[in-house]
C-alpha cells in the first residue's frame, strides 16, 4: 500500500491551492483519512480528518479548508483557501488501510509530504 501526495506549492497570502492523495495497492478499505502538516521546528499536527462521518478540523484551518475523499478512487483532497503565512508546512496525507495478502490486515500509512509555502 503506498500513498502519494501532491499539489504543494508557493502561494501568496490569501491564495488557495489543492491536494491531492492517491492510495495505491492491494485496498480493501479505506478507513479513516487525514492530513497533517510539520512546519519547520515545530511538531506534526493534524490538520483535518475524514472517514464516515462528518469531518473535523483543527481549529486554526475552520472555515479556510475543506476536506474530501472519493472513495471509488480511493483518493484524498485538502482545498485550501484563504492560506496565510502560518500555513507554511509539510503536508502530509494519513490512512488506516484494511488490504489484502494472503489474510487481511490493517495498517497506518503516511503519504511523501508536499511542501506547501505562503508567502508574498
Known amino acids: 500500500v503506498q500513498l502519494q501526495a501532491s499539489g504543494g506549492g508557493l502561494v501568496q497570502p490569501g491564495g488557495s491551492l489543492r491536494l491531492s492523495c492517491a492510495a495505491s495497492?492491494?485496498?480493501?478499505?479505506?478507513?479513516?483519512m487525514g492530513w497533517y502538516r510539520q512546519a519547520p521546528g515545530k511538531e506534526r499536527e493534524l490538520v483535518a480528518a475524514i472517514s464516515g462521518g462528518s469531518p473535523r478540523y483543527a481549529d486554526s484551518v475552520k472555515g479556510r479548508f475543506t476536506v474530501s475523499r472519493d472513495n471509488a478512487k480511493n483518493t484524498l483532497h485538502l482545498q485550501m483557501n484563504s492560506l496565510k503565512p502560518e500555513d507554511t508546512a509539510v503536508y502530509y496525507c494519513?490512512?488506516?488501510?484494511?488490504?489484502?495478502?494472503?489474510?487481511?490486515?490493517?495498517?497506518?500509512?503516511w503519504g511523501q509530504g508536499t511542501l506547501v509555502t505562503v508567502s508574498s
Open positions: 495497492g492491494s485496498i480493501f478499505r479505506l478507513n479513516v
Open positions: 494519513n490512512a488506516g488501510v484494511s488490504y489484502y495478502n494472503g489474510g487481511y490486515y490493517y495498517g497506518d500509512y
